[in-house]
């Protein structure tokens, strides 16, 4: 097979240099297509840039993870080919892409399939970059634009803010991906996103949400509201937990999981380290010590000295708290915290630019476009959406208290929302317990309680201890 794709390869240079018309040459591809595919299908994945060992730097978190779990775990991952990082940077800084014929071996692998074209950094951004979805009846102009779409949202305006916030270098870092769709849109499909542990409390087990007949990008996107995982046909989630531990253990870190099913298998479309609160990593981490996923001190020492010391610092309402306290209502808990603001409304941010300070945000729902808004804001309430959503990681990766699928709340129009039985304005005073899912009427004070852990200040005793001796 090696052969075989290094005369494929030479066939391939020859191909381009000569003076062919594009159609021409996808004419001549096809001559090749029995021996093409065979590579495909062996293989599963390939790369367009030849004689390249596949590694994180070249094809980025999502293909590099595909790749391993197809190739090194044997789980059950769509056919997919990449672009690499190289292919993308020289596209983004010479400002065009290279020659459309230079992608006819990527359309005739796909022609008559539908697809999902995405990107793949090598820096988490969830949902900061473009997706694409083709259908079968695309041409290879579809598919030549749409890798053109995807390559160019890395310098969108939503995708440099995110870098901005999250301190990620702006020089060009994408990769794509080219996936046969997995069509959980069909009668009996499923769609879902899980985490290995619960990225809130820290709690262990696989949590997560999915719809039945819908394609996955609907929840994550936050337009429809998942259904517990736990309500998922239970020979489906006894394959899905199997295969979260699979990945739990050879990664040594809580995963988030992004999965689909549809013809009767599970297939495994993504896997990336989960967007933790900063209560659960201490728990998690040492949950996985104690478990014996992670045996060396120094790399559990590494995953949470820098965000916390001991334990977690929580907050709800004081019990001394002098005023009448009145609970409007409750949500999940998509990111924990505590604070007290003005209610604002997502629509007029939107028309009138972020109000910074003690403000809290309601929304319908928010999208990853509204990420200046939410980091304007001191915390965030949503109708609809789900933690498994891409806006519930991001309010977990900006530390924004978050609420979301929130209860009894409407809007009555643009400058009114009924919140259980009481209507607010902009500017009224509102009080988010993220930690507990609570929202409450006025400003009201904390108080701190603890889920206090000392053993990892024990461990490093006996780690500095061994050193010594």
Not at 102 to 113: D, I, P, S, T, Y
Not at 159 to 178: K, L, N, S
Not at 346 to 352: C, E, I, P
Not at 401 to 424: H, S, W, Y
Request: hydrophobic letters at 35%; one cysteine or more; proline letters at 3%.
């Amino acid at each position: 097979m090696l052969d075989l794709t290094k005369r494929l390869g030479t066939a391939f240079t020859y191909l381009y240099h000569a003076q062919y018309t594009p159609e021409k040459r996808l004419d001549i591809l096809k001559r090749y297509s029995h021996n093409l595919l065979s590579v495909v299908r062996e293989n599963n994945m390939i790369l367009t840039l030849k004689n390249k060992e596949v590694t994180r730097e070249l094809v980025g978190n999502k293909g590099f993870n595909l790749w391993t779990m197809k190739n090194e775990l044997d789980m059950n991952v769509p056919p997919c080919l990449f672009l690499t990082t190289e292919y993308s940077k020289i596209s983004l800084l010479d400002g065009k892409l290279p020659e459309q014929t230079n992608l006819l071996q990527l359309f005739l692998a796909f022609e008559g399939k539908e697809v999902a074209i995405r990107s793949s950094g090598t820096q988490s951004m969830p949902g900061m970059l473009d997706t694409f979805f083709l259908a079968k009846d695309h041409t290879s102009d579809d598919m030549f634009d749409a890798i053109r779409k995807v390559i160019e949202s890395w310098n969108s305006k939503k995708a440099e803010q995110y870098r901005t916030i999250c301190e990620i270098p702006h020089e060009p870092d994408i990769a794509v991906v080219i996936q046969e769709k997995v069509a959980t849109d069909q009668l009996n499909g499923y769609a879902g996103i899980c985490f290995t542990r619960d990225t809130v409390t820290g709690q262990r087990g696989l949590n997560g949400e999915f719809l039945k007949s819908e394609l996955g990008d609907e929840l994550a996107s936050g337009r429809k509201t998942g259904i517990s995982i736990s309500e998922l046909p239970s020979e489906i989630l006894k394959e899905l937990e199997a295969m979260c531990e699979k990945l739990e253990k050879f990664y040594r870190r809580p995963q988030d999981v992004e999965w689909g099913y549809a013809d009767n298998q599970l297939y495994l479309l993504q896997t990336r380290t989960a967007k933790l609160s900063s209560n659960a990593i201490g728990k998690i981490y040492l949950d996985l010590w104690d478990e014996g996923i992670i045996t060396d001190f120094k790399e559990l020492d590494d995953c949470i000295d820098y965000r916390l010391t001991v334990g977690a610092t929580l907050y709800r309402v004081s019990k001394y708290e002098k005023n009448e306290v009145i609970k409007l209502t409750t949500g999940t808990t998509a990111s924990p915290g505590f604070c007290q603001g003005h209610v604002v409304f997502l629509d007029s941010t939107r028309s009138f630019g972020g109000r910074g300070g003690g403000n809290i945000l309601f929304a319908e729902m928010t999208s990853t476009d509204d990420l200046k808004q939410i980091d304007d804001a001191c915390g965030l309430v949503t109708i609809n959406g789900g933690y498994t959503s891409h806006p519930a990681i991001v309010a977990r990766e900006l530390k924004k208290p978050c609420i979301v699928a929130t209860k009894n709340i409407k809007f009555l129009d643009d400058k009114r929302i009924q919140i259980g039985d009481e209507v607010f304005e902009e500017g009224d005073c509102v009080t988010l317990s993220a930690d507990t899912g609570e929202l409450y009427k006025g400003t009201l004070e904390s108080e701190e309680y603890h889920d206090y852990d000392d053993r990892l200040y024990k461990l490093r005793e006996e780690y500095r201890n061994k050193k010594v001796d």
